[in-house]
């Protein structure tokens, strides 16, 4: 079990740091109406939105990561549980 939490936890952070290096600087806005500063823009607002669409899927990896965990760890103190010795009463 551990080493399971184990290899989930080193696979969760090799995605997001994959995930993390690859994002770019978006350009800064121009502040101009010409067609070169429009698609300039137009493209600004697309990598945004793939920063925003990135930073969302690594919270959401974090968060299934987080209920995996949790999962593990009910799961272990159940095994626990179920090896006590049972008391019989008199």
């Given at each position: 079990?551990?080493?399971?939490?184990?290899?989930?936890?080193?696979?969760?952070?090799?995605?997001?740091?994959?995930t993390?290096?690859?994002?770019?600087?978006?350009?800064?806005?121009?502040?101009?109406?010409?067609?070169?500063?429009?698609?300039?823009?137009?493209?600004?607002?697309?990598?945004?939105?793939?920063e925003?669409?990135?930073a969302a899927a690594?919270?959401?990896?974090?968060?299934?990561?987080?209920?995996?965990?949790?999962?593990?760890?009910?799961?272990?103190?159940?095994?626990?549980f179920?090896n006590?010795?049972?008391l019989?009463p008199?």
């Open positions: 079990m551990r080493k399971l939490a184990k290899s989930l936890s080193i696979a969760a952070m090799a995605t997001l740091l994959g993390a290096s690859s994002w770019a600087a978006c350009p800064a806005a121009v502040p101009a109406t010409t067609a070169e500063a429009i698609a300039a823009n137009q493209q600004r607002l697309l990598c945004l939105q793939q925003a669409n990135a690594a919270r959401d990896q974090s968060l299934q990561l987080r209920a995996l965990q949790m999962d593990i760890k009910r799961l272990e103190l159940q095994q626990r179920n006590l010795q049972r019989n008199p």
